[in-house]
C-alpha cells in the first residue's frame, strides 16, 4: 500500500463501478490530502477536476478500479487503473463531445463528452491505454510548481 | 484589530474536559489537553457549535453588552430578523421593534427591509454577471470563513455585496446623523445576533473595510427584557408597517424566494454545504446560479445565540411572510438605481487563510505525511477521544507535528506496558530460579 521511500508518499484507494453514492470521494479524500500539504490551490483545483472525471468514468462505464497516488515535493502523480470493458477507439473517446453514455446517464447530468478531454487539459503530462474486455488505465501528472 | 480575531474564547475554570466540543468540531479544531478544551484558531469558523453543545458554557462568545455602549450619545438597535420570530405567536414586528425602544435602546431600525434591497442587488447583479457558477451567498461570516479556511478555489464565486445588516446601520446612522446633527461616532449602532460570527465583521472584515457596527449583541441576551417589555399589552392586531420577503431571509430557502432566479438553490448545514462546495471544485453545479449558503442546519433561526426552538421560529417566520411578506416595503426601481451607483458594491478581494500546513516545507511536509500515516496504522482507528485529539488520524498528526506524545493514546500506553511487563517477568522468572536454586543448595 505504501512505498517506504523518505521523499515521496503513496497511498492507493479503490472505486467501485456503479456505485453511485460514494461516487466523488476519492476526488475530495485526495484534495483534502493537499490542502493539509499547503499545496497551491489552483493545482488543487486542476487534480480535484482531472480526478473527478476519471472517478466518474470508473462509476460509469467500468467495474472497478484502483487508484495509486504518488506524492513528491516535484510533482503528483496519479494512476487509474480499471478492470472493465475498455475503449475500442481511444483517439475518439478523446475528442470533445464525443460520448457513449446512456439515456439515464445524461439525465443526472453526465455524458457530454467532456470528461476525458477535460483530464487531458488539466494534466501537465496524461497518457491513457486501454485494451477491450480487460480494462483502462490512466496516468496523470501535475508539476508542483 | 488583531488578524486572527475568533469570535468565540474558552473560559478555562468553566471548563471540566467533558469532550462533548472535540466530536462535534466540523474542522477538528478542539483538543483537549490536561482535562481542558484549547482551540486551534487556524482552524476555527467561528460556526458556533461548540457554544451549543458544552453542558458548562465554557464556550464565551465574544460578543458585546451594555456597558461597552456608555460612551455614545445615542443607540440604534438593529434586530437580525430572526428577533421577529422570538416572541409569542404572531407578535407583529412593529410592535417588536418598537418594544426595544423601552429596554436600553435610543432607537430601533429594521434589518428585513434591507434584506430586500440586498436582494434586489443580488438579482441585478446575477443578471449582470454570468461567471463563475455558480455565486455563492456571503451573508453568513461562518461560510466565508470555511472558504477561506478550506476552499480558497471558491472565494471569487462570493457575491461581493453588502450584508443587509452593514446596510441598515449605514442608513440607521445616516438618517440619525442628519435628524439630531450628530458625528456618526456619537451614534452607536448595535447588531442585535443569531450568532457570535457576526462579530467579525466588526473585528476583523474579510475585505478590510470600515464597518458602521459598534456592537454585535447576542439576541439572548436582550431577550428577557422584551419579554417583560411585550407582556405590557396586545401586539398582535392591526397592521404592521414592517413588511416585505425580507422577512424570509432568516430560514433556508429565504433569500432564494425573494430572487427571481431560475436555478437557484439553498443549503443549510456545514457537512451539506462541504459536500457541495466539494462539487463545485471538481468542477460540477455549473448551471446553478445562486447558491444561498447558512453554516446552521436550520439557518439563522437556529443560530446558536438565539432562544426559541428554531423550528416553532421557523413556523412563526413562514406565518409573517405570509401575513407581511408580499407588499414589498422598497421601490424596486429605486434600489436597482441605487444598484447602478455602487450602493451595495464591495470592493478588494478576500484573502485565503489556510490552516497551517504539515509543514511549511514540502518535502518535509510529504514526510511527515507518511510518517502520519505509519502512526495511524498503529492506533486502534475507533476514534474514541480519550487521547483529547477527535479522531485516530488527527492524534496521529498532532504526534507528527510534535503537539501529542504517541503514549498518550491508552491503547499504545496499554501495548508498550505490556511489553514493559512480559519483559519484567521474564527477569523476574529468571532471577527467582537462580535465588531458589542458591536457597537449595
Ligand atoms: N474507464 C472507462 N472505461 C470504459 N469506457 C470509458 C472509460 N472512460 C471513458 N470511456 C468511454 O469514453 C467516452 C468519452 O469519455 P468522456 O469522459 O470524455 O465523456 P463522458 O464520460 O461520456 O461524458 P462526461 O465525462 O462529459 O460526463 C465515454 O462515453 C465512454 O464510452
Ligand atoms: S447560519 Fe446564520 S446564525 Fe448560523 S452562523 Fe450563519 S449567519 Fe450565523
Ligand atoms: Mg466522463
Known amino acids: 500500500m505504501k512505498r517506504v521511500t523518505e521523499k515521496t508518499f503513496s497511498q492507493s484507494f479503490s472505486i467501485v463501478g456503479r456505485e453511485f453514492f460514494d461516487a466523488g470521494k476519492v476526488s475530495t479524500e485526495i484534495k483534502t490530502m493537499l490542502k493539509e500539504l499547503g499545496v497551491d490551490a489552483g493545482i488543487i483545483r486542476r487534480i480535484a477536476i482531472a480526478m473527478y472525471e476519471a472517478e466518474m468514468n470508473v462509476v460509469m462505464y467500468a467495474t472497478e478500479a484502483t487508484v495509486t497516488l504518488e506524492l513528491s515535493p516535484k510533482a503528483i502523480r496519479i494512476v487509474v487503473d480499471d478492470r472493465?470493458?475498455?475503449?475500442?477507439?481511444?483517439?475518439?473517446?478523446?475528442?470533445?463531445?464525443?460520448?457513449?453514455?446512456?439515456?439515464?446517464?445524461?439525465?443526472?447530468?453526465?455524458?457530454?463528452?467532456?470528461?476525458?478531454?477535460?483530464?487531458?487539459?488539466n494534466a501537465d503530462h496524461f497518457r491513457i491505454d486501454s485494451v477491450v474486455g480487460k480494462g483502462t488505465r490512466l496516468e496523470i501528472s501535475i508539476s508542483m510548481n | 484589530m488583531k488578524p486572527d480575531f475568533r469570535s468565540i474564547r474558552i473560559d478555562t475554570e468553566r471548563c471540566t474536559g467533558r469532550m462533548k466540543c472535540l466530536r462535534i468540531c466540523p474542522t477538528q479544531a478542539l483538543r483537549v489537553r490536561n482535562a481542558k478544551a484549547k482551540l486551534l484558531s487556524d482552524r476555527c469558523i467561528d460556526c458556533g457549535e461548540c457554544v451549543r453543545v458544552c453542558p458548562n458554557h465554557a464556550f464565551v462568545p465574544q460578543t458585546s453588552s451594555f456597558s461597552d455602549f456608555s460612551g455614545f450619545k445615542y443607540t440604534i438597535a438593529l434586530p437580525s430578523p430572526v428577533f421577529y420570530s422570538q416572541f409569542g405567536k404572531d407578535v407583529k414586528p412593529s410592535a417588536i421593534l418598537s418594544a426595544l425602544k423601552t429596554v436600553g435602546f435610543d432607537d430601533a431600525y429594521d434589518v428585513a427591509c434591507a434584506s430586500e434591497s440586498v436582494s434586489i442587488a443580488i438579482q441585478e447583479y446575477l443578471e449582470a454577471n454570468g461567471t463563475p457558477r455558480p455565486l455563492i451567498s456571503p451573508f453568513c461570516p461562518t461560510i466565508v470563513r470555511l472558504i477561506q479556511v478550506r476552499y480558497p478555489n471558491l472565494l471569487d464565486n462570493l457575491i461581493p455585496i453588502e450584508s443587509p445588516m452593514e446596510i441598515a446601520a449605514r442608513e440607521a446612522k445616516r438618517a440619525k446623523m442628519h435628524e439630531l446633527g450628530l458625528k456618526e461616532n456619537e451614534i452607536g449602532a448595535i447588531y442585535l445576533s443569531p450568532c457570535p460570527s457576526k462579530m467579525i465583521a466588526l473585528k476583523n472584515p474579510p475585505r478590510k473595510k470600515h464597518s458602521f457596527l459598534d456592537g454585535v449583541m447576542p439576541i439572548a441576551d436582550v431577550y428577557p427584557n422584551m419579554m417583560r417589555a411585550l407582556s405590557h399589552s396586545d401586539h398582535t392586531n392591526g397592521k404592521s408597517e414592517i413588511r416585505g420577503l425580507g422577512l424570509g431571509w432568516p430560514i433556508v430557502g429565504g433569500q432564494v424566494a425573494s430572487l427571481k432566479a431560475e436555478e437557484s438553490i439553498a443549503i443549510a448545514g456545514l457537512t451539506d454545504v462541504m459536500r457541495v462546495f466539494d462539487e463545485i471544485e471538481n468542477g460540477k453545479l455549473k448551471d446553478i446560479q445562486y447558491i444561498e449558503c447558512h453554516s446552521c442546519p436550520t439557518a439563522c433561526v437556529g443560530g446558536s445565540l438565539t432562544v426559541e426552538n428554531p423550528y416553532i421560529a421557523r413556523g412563526r417566520v413562514l406565518r409573517m411572510v405570509e401575513k407581511y411578506g408580499q407588499e414589498p416595503c422598497q421601490d424596486r426601481q429605486k434600489i436597482r438605481d441605487l444598484y447602478?451607483?455602487?450602493?451595495?458594491?464591495?470592493?478588494?478581494?478576500i484573502a485565503p487563510s489556510p490552516v497551517q500546513p504539515l509543514d511549511e516545507d514540502l518535502s518535509r511536509g510529504i514526510q511527515k505525511m507518511?510518517?502520519?500515516?505509519?502512526?495511524?496504522?498503529?492506533?486502534?482507528?475507533?476514534?474514541?477521544?480519550?487521547?483529547?485529539?477527535?479522531?485516530?488520524?488527527?492524534?496521529?498528526?498532532?504526534?507528527?507535528?510534535?503537539?501529542?506524545?504517541?503514549?498518550?493514546?491508552?491503547?499504545?500506553?496499554?501495548?508498550?506496558?505490556?511489553?514493559?511487563?512480559?519483559?519484567?517477568?521474564?527477569v523476574v522468572g529468571k532471577h527467582s530460579k537462580k535465588i531458589r536454586g542458591n536457597i537449595a543448595s
Open chain 2, 340 to 349: 447602478q451607483k455602487n450602493f451595495f458594491s464591495l470592493v478588494g478581494r
Open chain 1, 84 to 121: 472493465g470493458p475498455g475503449i475500442p477507439d481511444v483517439e475518439l473517446a478523446m475528442q470533445e463531445g464525443y460520448s457513449t453514455a446512456t439515456t439515464e446517464m445524461r439525465e443526472m447530468g453526465f455524458g457530454a463528452g467532456m470528461g476525458l478531454p477535460n483530464i487531458k487539459k
Open chain 2, 370 to 426: 507518511h510518517r502520519r500515516q505509519q502512526t495511524y496504522e498503529l492506533l486502534p482507528k475507533i476514534d474514541c477521544g480519550a487521547c483529547g485529539a477527535p479522531s485516530c488520524m488527527t492524534f496521529a498528526e498532532d504526534v507528527v507535528k510534535g503537539e501529542a506524545e504517541a503514549d498518550e493514546c491508552v491503547f499504545l500506553a496499554m501495548k508498550s506496558f505490556e511489553s514493559m511487563s512480559t519483559n519484567l517477568l521474564d
